[in-house]
Every structure is written in C-alpha cells, then in structure tokens.
C-alpha cells in the first residue's frame, strides 16, 4: 500500500495568516491527490482534486500543488471557518489511502 | 441538491452482522461508481469498499475482504455493505461516498453522506 504522511499532524495560526501542509507519498503517484476538508462532528469534503484542480464551489483561498512523491495544500489567509481537520487521498494504486490528517487551530 | 444517506448502522456483538444502506438523490445514481469509507472513534479516514456503477468492477480493503459485500440496487437508487464476523475494530462512523461518473477505478470521494455509527461491543 501506498503510504501519505502529512505534517504537520497539527498547526495552531492566526486570522489572515498563510497555512501550509504537506502530503509525502512513498512512491510516485503522478497527480492523484485529492484534498479533503473535516470539520468537527461532519462528514469530509472535497476541496481539491487531482492534486492542483479547486472542487466547484470552494473558496479560491484555497489552493494545491506538486506531483510525484511531494504535495502541498495552501490557505492563503485563514479564516474562522477553516478551523478543521485536513487529510490528503492518493487513488494512483489500490487501494487508496489516506494521510493522517492536519488537525488547524485558531491562535 | 446531490444527497446521500446512510442507515442501519448500531450495536452488534462481535462475531455478529449488520447491514448499512445508503440512499441517493440529486444525481442519475446509475452512472457513478460508490464507495463506503469508515471513521474509528477520533481516528482517521479508511476506504473499505467500492462498486462500479454496473457492478462489474469491486473491490475491497483487506482489513474486511472475505466479511463485508457491497453491492448497489441502481432502480433503488441506493448502495449497500453487508458487513459480517464484525470485530472490535470495525467500530466506526461508516460513510457512503460517490465516486466518479463513469469510471471502473476510485477515483475520489465526493459528496459524502452524514454516516452512520457501527459499535461492535459484547
């Protein structure tokens, strides 16, 4: 199986402030990344596809890039409403894994 | 509005049985693959299942091959898990999750249903 670690597990930042997370796959996976969104007690959401491709609907604030083994998912001003748990999804082998998720607080 | 909603999910001893049914509206069910992915109590996200949208392609996590079975009803409109032998482990929020129309592989996971709970407990 494909391994995805993220990091950091969990990140504490300000109102206005830029946040990344990383995603390192174990081995290429081309594009096939996807980028979810979990808020507390609510099923994920989709926020990013195929690795860079922002999902109909969501705020451009939100953005994703890399490819091969290297990823990253970027807010470029946090808001109050972005307090959740973030998680990364290789589908470029079976079966598709998921990272272990960004747990992003307010400061 | 794409909805999906899943039901069936509670109490079972280990060893015992439990069926989860997911109901879909908003979208021509038929043309999507669909997917059961599962949540341990204030754990991460685990992909259990996936069935094309005619069925011809399945495919299972290890972690529940040989004791779960999707499967789907297109005139229901609705997807299915049996889920049997549960262990300890496969106590979690259970989600179903539409796939990509027209695909034969797992694409992503979009939109998700609310879930429902599955405690295996004696």
């Known amino acids: 199986d494909i391994q995805m670690t993220q990091s950091p597990s969990s990140l504490s930042a300000s109102v206005g402030d830029r946040v990344t997370i990383t995603c390192q796959a174990s081995q290429d996976i081309s594009n096939y990344l996807n980028w979810y969104q979990q808020k507390p007690g609510k099923a994920p959401k989709l926020l990013i596809y195929d690795a860079s491709n922002l999902e109909t609907g969501v705020p451009s604030r939100f953005s994703g890039s890399g490819s091969g083994t290297d990823f990253t998912f970027t807010i470029s001003s946090l808001q109050p409403e972005d307090i959740a748990t973030y998680y990364c999804q290789q589908y470029d082998n079976l079966p598709p894994t998921f990272g272990q998720g960004t747990k992003l607080e307010i400061k | 509005e794409v909805q999906l909603v899943e039901s069936g999910g509670g109490l079972v001893k280990p060893g015992g049985s439990l069926r989860l049914s997911c109901a879909a509206s908003?979208?021509?069910?038929?043309?999507?693959?669909m997917n059961w992915v599962r949540q341990a109590p204030g754990k991460g996200l685990e992909w259990v299942s996936s069935?094309?949208?005619?069925?011809?392609?399945?495919y299972y996590a290890d972690s529940v091959k040989g004791r779960f079975t999707i499967s789907r009803d297109n005139a229901k409109n609705s997807l299915y898990l049996q889920m049997n032998s549960l262990r300890a482990e496969d106590t979690a929020v259970y989600y179903c999750a539409r796939d990509k129309e027209y695909s034969s592989s797992i694409n992503w996971f979009d939109p998700w249903g609310q879930g429902t709970l599955v405690t295996v407990s004696s």
């Open positions: 908003g979208f021509t069910f038929s043309s999507y693959s």
């Open positions: 069935i094309s949208s005619s069925s011809s392609y399945i």
